[in-house]
């Protein structure tokens, strides 16, 4: 179960992302009280989310280097690769949520389903799976799908395609190494939802331009009744 202080951590980080905010403006943006705003900065180990300034008067700005560390415990990469994960989140995160995350003219995640770090690292597991897939089968600009269907049906074909995507979306984890990625992608099974998801998307798009190939197919595709990238 989250707690309360979890779940008034993950408000107030997400509504002050960017900024710099009093107090006063924390309790506007956030909708959390004074006490709450109070409790959740004066609690150590909340330290790693937020820098307080005091120039004048107390400012409250938001600290990334927690999520590479956070991601970093769940799998074993060397410290040349968390130093590239901390400069690529720190680069890319914010602006990657400010987007992503926007809901209503809102940054925001349910907290009562998932902490701050279970959502921050729920993204990265899936868009990594995601950037894997479009990396391993990228090939002079399309995207190459012939391994991809000889193993689906046991035969050697030659396919490629240009597949409509966010692109943008990947940018996130566009300057993680492929080697990195693809710990990040194995962090929770959700990694490999992702890339599974655009095998099965590709796969039955396939079979409904071309019978034949359906009937070819050694695995069952799955009808899916909401957009993929909606998953999360």
Not at 42 to 54: E, L, M, Q
Not at 200 to 214: G, Q
Request: aromatic share 10%.
């Amino acid at each position: 179960m989250i707690s309360n202080n979890e779940k008034n951590l993950g408000l107030l980080f997400l509504s002050i992302l960017d900024s710099k905010p009093t107090i006063e403006e924390c309790i506007s943006k956030s909708g959390l009280t004074a006490d709450n705003i109070s409790t959740i900065i004066s609690i150590p180990k909340y330290d790693k989310y937020f820098v307080k300034n005091t120039d004048k008067e107390l400012r409250i700005s938001c600290k990334t280097d927690w999520i590479s560390e956070d991601m970093a415990k769940n799998i074993k990469i060397s410290k040349s690769e968390v130093k590239i994960l901390k400069e690529v989140v720190k680069k890319k995160f914010i602006t990657h949520i400010t987007k992503y995350w926007n809901e209503n003219g809102m940054v925001q995640r349910d907290f009562e389903l998932k902490s701050l770090s279970e959502w921050v690292i729920s993204e990265y597991v899936f868009v990594s799976g995601f950037a894997t897939w479009f990396r391993e089968k990228e090939k002079d600009n399309e995207t190459n799908l012939s391994s991809l269907l000889s193993n689906a049906t046991g035969e050697d074909i030659e396919a490629s395609a240009n597949i409509e995507f966010d692109q943008d979306r990947l940018n996130l984890v566009s300057e993680i190494p492929t080697q990195t990625l693809q710990k990040l992608m194995s962090i929770t099974p959700a990694g490999k939802i992702a890339y599974r998801s655009l095998d099965m998307v590709i796969m039955k798009a396939m079979s409904e331009v071309n019978p034949n190939l359906a009937k070819k197919m050694e695995n069952d595709t799955v009808t899916m009744k909401k957009s993929w990238w909606k998953f999360w």
